[in-house]
């Protein structure tokens, strides 16, 4: 069975600051992908990023990457100047055999 | 693009009867959508896949026969919570998979606060 472990159940970063979320995962698919999923209080799941296991090099967009480390099935998501709007529940969730799983969330609060 | 959209929003009715949420998505064909479950402060469990055109696959521990799933066309699934109680009371979201988009994305609709009396 496919797990996924986020670690962090909240975190706190100052506003324009960076903050690193954490997640492991385990799964016995070779070729899969992983999302990032922002889940805000409106409760509308909102795409972060997302990862092709097959491709080595981390994905980006604007101010949030990823550190991919396929071997050790961990798969980080880095917030860079964070912003108030940030704050949100993050979910990590890879997905293989079609079929999301999801983690059990890092609830985190960006302090003015 | 990749629009999905649920009804009703939010929707209290008494115990032990049927409620029948929609998800569509308005901008593409999914042929394939997903049922997930949500309590407050937890994360999104999975209760069902659905197929266009063919029965639905249940997780393990979820009834099929309590939660009915449809997946009628390519821009329609619908759940039905039947003899609903109390406990059924929870935030149920949809998700829909767009094939032409590539990566498996799934893209989620706004969810569905249910509450039981």
């Known amino acids: 069975a496919q797990t996924v472990t986020q670690s962090q159940p909240e975190m706190s970063v100052q506003e324009a600051e960076t903050v690193t979320l954490s997640c492991t995962y385990d799964?016995?698919?070779?070729?899969?992908?992983l999302f990032w999923y922002k889940q805000p209080p409106s409760r509308q799941m909102i795409l972060v990023i997302r990862?092709?296991?097959?491709?080595?090099q981390n994905a980006t967009e604007n101010r949030f990457s990823v550190n991919f480390q396929k071997a050790a099935k961990s798969f980080s998501l880095k917030i860079s100047d964070s912003q108030l709007g940030d704050a949100a529940m993050y979910f990590c969730?890879?997905?293989?055999?079609?079929?999301?799983?999801f983690g059990q969330g890092t609830e985190l609060s960006v302090k003015p | 693009g990749a629009v999905v959209s649920q009804h009703p929003s939010r929707v209290i009715c008494k115990s032990g009867t049927s409620v029948k949420i929609e998800c569509r998505s308005l901008?593409?064909?999914?042929?394939?959508m997903f049922w997930y479950r949500q309590f407050p402060k937890q994360s999104l469990m999975l209760m069902a896949t659905?197929?266009?055109?063919?029965?639905?696959?249940?997780e393990q521990g979820v009834e099929k026969d309590k939660f009915l799933i449809n997946h009628a066309s390519l821009t329609l699934s619908t759940l039905t919570v039947t003899s609903a109680h109390p406990e059924d009371s929870s935030f149920y979201i949809c998700?829909?998979?767009?094939f032409g988009g590539g990566a498996n994305e799934q893209f989620f609709g706004p969810g569905t606060r249910l509450t039981v009396l």
């Open positions: 998700s829909a998979r767009d």
């Open positions: 659905s197929n266009e055109g063919s029965k639905a696959t249940y």
């Open positions: 901008d593409f064909q999914a042929t394939t």
């Open positions: 799964t016995s698919e070779s070729d899969y992908y």
């Open positions: 969730a890879p997905n293989a055999g079609g079929k999301l799983i």
């Open positions: 990862q092709e296991a097959y491709k080595q």
